[in-house]
């Protein structure tokens, strides 16, 4: 008799347990699938949306200027003899300019095509020279060679933001001045300065962001010094002290509830309670601090009580053990574990607080700030407002302004987390 291979029989049971088991890993490929396609998706829109807000803004720190020579006669200034500070600052610099311009444009005689050409300068290029003559009296009576700021309109026709031309925001007539400008002058970009060191304006070429950037600084350090201590400090007593009654209950409820509640309400807060009970200076970065403050204080409290929950018991245990009091143990072997979790949650509710507007509208922080804030009582604005204000402006050079602004609050918002991450590892502990 042959020997006959006998092929075991397979067992469905199996069968069926490999098919789940393949489903279960294309399910698995199905998931992370979708997870990295969320993460690109992500990482692509926030990529467009960087790249747009650059596009658009890094041309808003810069500005045309165009050199000319400029002859400081006495008549034209008319300021005669007078050589004493009052005078000179007081002098007419936009004659001088006036001159200068036509002196390079022998042709243009019409009195409109005149006006229109002194208007390719900046209303501000006359401070300039000021500057100059007041430091340099002597100079008075010769030529000097300048280089002041275009005007906006200019300034963007040069950038190619706007066209000249039938049917275009310029026409043919003043892109033509504009080109020959540019020839018979030396027309040049630089950095604009005086956007870092200026305050507010209505004219774009002078409009600057110091006021509203200093102001920013003030009301996040006075919000910084009122929310961390106190929301440390509650959170400290609610999680480590506080007896688990319904008082508390009720209180944690709350706490969880006002991390909630939109911004605009805590700015009527502000508006009813610091303005009109307590009669605190209006948009000053005291006021604003003190209605961010509350802003925050629910999440610094949550963000803290959730680090503090997460030190391991056997800490508390270990240091109640060798004797140390309760006090003791929490305060000098909990909270510096817990800090890193506690700096988290402060650049969470910081960041939340630096990027407000609404709250900060009702206690009249929008108001036009030219000067900078020298302290927390005096008039200030901030950044987010600063950006809304630009944005309502119907001048096309305001959009550059606009997005050059939200760079800045970026630029400062990553300052100021790059500053608490180092407090962070520097606090970071591992056990």
Known sequence: MSDIAVIPARHPGKAEAERRVARRYRAERRFRFYGIAAIGFAALFLVILFADILSRGIPGFFHHRVGIQVTLDPATLDIGDKRDPDALRAADYRAVIREALQAL??????????????????????????????AEPYIIGSKINVNLPVSAEADLYYKGKIKAGPGQQLSAETGVLLDRLRANAFVSQDFAWNFLENGASR????????A???????TMLVTLLLCLPTGVAAAIYLEEFAPKNRLTDIIEVNINNLAAVPSIIFGLLGLAVFLAMFGMPRSSSLVGGLVLALLVLPTIIIASRAALKAVPPSIREAALGIGASRQQAIFHHVLPLA?????????????????ETAPLLLIGMVAFIVDVPGGV??????????IYQWSTFPEAAFQAKTA????????????MNGAAILLRKRFERRW
């Open 377 to 386: 009582t005096d008039a200030a604005t901030v950044l987010p407002v600063q």
């Open 105 to 134: 444009f022998p042709d243009v005689t019409g009195r409109a095509e005149r006006r229109q050409l002194a208007g390719f300068v900046a209303t501000n290029a006359g401070a300039e020279i000021a500057r100059r003559v007041i």
């Open 203 to 210: 004219e774009p070429e002078q409009a600057g962001i110091l």
């Open 212 to 218: 509203a950037l200093v102001g920013s600084a003030l």
């Open 404 to 415: 050059a602004g939200i760079i800045v609050l970026l630029v400062f918002l990553f300052l």
């Open 339 to 355: 800090m890193p979790g506690i700096l988290t949650g402060t650049i969470i509710g910081m960041a939340h607080a630096l990027g």
